[in-house]
C-alpha cells in the first residue's frame, strides 16, 4: 500500500504563514522512513495528518490512490495504521498485556484473544509475562514506551506510525527497537514512518527526511 500526500499545503489560520506549503511525498511498503527537524517545523503535525487524526488545510492524504477519507477515518485508523504516540495513551486501568488485547479486539485482528501471541510481542521487546501482568501504571517510563510499541506491533495494519519511539529509551533498547521496525519494514513488509530527533536513529532508516522551511527535502 502506498501513502502520499499530494499538494499539500497547511496554516493554522489566515494570519499565520502556512507550515509547509505544496508538499508532494509517497510513503511505500518494505520502506523505513525518518523524518527530522526542529521543534515546531510541523512533524508531528504530519503524523497526525498521515494517521488520519487530522484534515490539512488543502491537499489530499491519499492510499493506494484514494483519498483515506472515503475508507472513513476511524475505519482507517483503526485498520489500515497502527499509531505509537509520544505520551504512550495507554490505558491506565489495564495491565500492559490487556492494552494490547484490547487493540487487537478493536481493530477486529485475526490474532484477538491470542495470549501467546500477545506475550510473544512483549518477549520481543523485552518485557516478560510477569512485566506484562502489570498495571501500566506500575512500569516505568520506558516500560510504558515499549507498551506503546507492543500495541502497534501486534496489530495487523500496514503502515506503521510512530512520534519520537525511542524517546525514553535507553541506548540498548533504543537499538533493540531500531533493529524491529527495520525487520517490520523489511521482512514483515510494512511501511514504517517514524518522527525522532536522535541522529541515530534517523540514520537507521532507509529514507531520511529533513523538514525546514516549510519543505520536506530527502537527505542523501
Known amino acids: 500500500m502506498t501513502l502520499a500526500i499530494k499538494d499539500l499545503t497547511h496554516q493554522y489560520n489566515a494570519q499565520e504563514k502556512p507550515l509547509y506549503e505544496h508538499i508532494n511525498m509517497s510513503f511505500e511498503p518494505k520502506t523505513l522512513y525518518s523524518i527530522v527537524g526542529q521543534s515546531g517545523s510541523g512533524k508531528t503535525t504530519l503524523l497526525s495528518f498521515l ?31 497502527a499509531i505509537i504516540f509520544q505520551s504512550y495513551n495507554l490505558l ?26 500477545i506475550y510473544a510481542t512483549f518477549e520481543k ?36 506510525i510512530a512520534d519520537e519511539p525511542t524517546g525514553n529509551l535507553d541506548e540498548e533498547n533504543t537499538q533493540e527497537v531500531i533493529k524491529i521496525f527495520q525487520e ?21 532508516a532507509d529514507v531520511q527526511i529533513s523538514l525546514k522551511n516549510r519543505q520536506f527535502t530527502i537527505v542523501e
Do not use: C, F, W
Not at 51 to 73: C, Q, R, W
Not at 92 to 117: E, F, R
Not at 143 to 157: F, H, P
Open 125 to 160: 521487546l523485552g518485557i516478560n509475562r510477569t512485566l506484562a501482568d502489570k498495571n501500566v501504571q506500575q512500569l516505568s517510563g520506558g516500560q510504558q514506551q515499549r507498551v506503546a510499541i507492543a500495541r502497534a506491533l501486534a496489530v495487523d495494519a500496514k503502515i506503521v
Open 184 to 204: 517490520l519494514a523489511h521482512e514483515v513488509g510494512k511501511t514504517v514512518i517514524l518522527v525522532t530527533h536522535e541522529p541515530n536513529v534517523a540514520q537507521a
Open 51 to 81: 494517521a488520519g487524526l487530522d484534515t490539512p488545510s488543502e491537499g489530499p492524504i491519499t492510499l493506494d490512490g484514494e483519498n483515506i477519507s472515503k475508507y472513513g477515518l476511524t475505519k482507517y485508523r483503526n485498520q489500515k495504521v
Open 92 to 117: 491506565n486501568y489495564m495491565t500492559a498485556a490487556q492494552n494490547v488485547s484490547s487493540a487487537l479486539s478493536m481493530t477486529k485482528s485475526k490474532h484477538t484473544g491470542d495470549k501467546d501471541y
